[in-house]
């Protein structure tokens, strides 16, 4: 019996970490570098770190994490770079990628996010707030929130959940990235044009022409999003400048580089959930967790994951 209570609270422990990307976020402060588990900072910005991977034409894997705990496994599981975007912010309030979360929200649960790990973080803004003087407000917040690298689209706030949603014009696109770009004070941090135009049913050549002003515009990074992989060397050569893409589950780091691609992200957010969904669902069934068991994390993981180490000690030294 003391056993199966043990189990429970062990179980209802792990499973609460799957689950935080929507039920908690974390507000722990960063703690020095070289910490177990820890990635240690770079020389210079954020940004400079992407610029440096890019310099070398090294492949840039970028999990999407919705929280403080995921960001701090991919930090121990030695990736190079996170990626969020405005679903995340949205998944947590528990509404639909629909606009309903103010861009200032993502902001803000960006900047959480980046001043809580030493990874360099790439951020979705969506539109920014549709204008280019909001853009610019909010590419000099996220640059002193520590952000390495922001995304601004092309799209409207319908684009999303409609299909009378539309693109704005290629010239007022550009002017979006114009904005991020001269928003800028750290050279170094890396704007990136994503233009939906290939998602909403414009042809190849249409999309290859957005791209190529945002190039012209200083966008850093260009994405194509709802492209496929294999058009994108074509896409490359067009734009002559680094592109990004969205892998999915069967989509590796090689094909994507083989395809002239230099920074792919990976869904895995979502993973959580599915865990915690499983994990309800034998509990409620049968009464135990044994294959839930199995998505525990390993022991001492949690506690490295909230840093319970460096607290213990700061107890011990103010008392």
């Known amino acids: 019996m003391a056993k199966e209570r043990q189990g429970r609270r062990r179980f209802i422990k792990g499973a609460g970490l799957m689950a935080s990307s929507v039920f908690s976020s974390s507000f722990l402060p960063s703690t020095a570098a070289g910490q177990s588990g820890q990635t240690p900072p770079a020389t210079g910005s954020k940004g400079a770190q992407i610029r440096s991977l890019l310099a070398k034409s090294e492949m840039i894997v970028a999990p999407i994490v919705p929280d403080i705990v995921s960001v701090r496994l991919c930090e121990m599981e030695g990736f190079q770079a996170v990626q969020i975007g405005d679903s995340q912010p949205t998944t947590w309030h528990g509404y639909p990628g629909y606009g309903v979360v103010s861009y200032t929200e993502v902001l803000n649960f960006s900047v959480h996010l980046a001043s809580n790990t030493n990874l360099p973080v790439m951020v979705g803004m969506a539109d920014g707030g549709g204008t280019p003087l909001t853009i610019y407000r909010a590419t000099q917040e996220l640059e002193r ?12 706030a319908e684009t999303h959940f409609s299909r009378q949603g539309t693109l704005v014009s290629p010239a007022d696109f550009a002017d979006r990235i114009k904005a991020a770009v ?17 998602g909403q049913g414009y042809t190849l050549e249409q999309a290859l022409e957005r791209g190529v002003a945002c190039a012209e515009a200083g966008a850093d990074i260009i994405y194509f999003s709802g492209m496929r992989l294999e058009d994108h060397p074509k896409a490359r050569d067009a734009v002559k400048k680094p592109l990004f ?11 994507a580089k083989a395809a002239k691609v230099s920074v792919i992200a990976y869904h895995v957010d979502g993973v959580a959930h599915g865990a915690l969904y499983e994990a309800l669902k034998e509990l409620k069934s049968t009464g135990k967790f044994e294959q839930a068991s199995k998505m525990l994390l390993p022991n001492g993981v949690q506690a490295r994951l909230i840093r319970s180490d460096d607290y213990n000690a700061l107890a011990r030294k103010y008392h």
């Open 145 to 156: 929130g520590g952000v390495a690298a922001v995304a601004y689209e092309d799209s409207t």
């Open 182 to 198: 001269d928003a800028r004070r750290d050279q170094n941090l890396v704007v990136i044009a994503r233009t939906d135009a290939v």
């Open 245 to 255: 893409h969205l892998g999915n589950a069967r989509t590796t780091p090689d094909q």
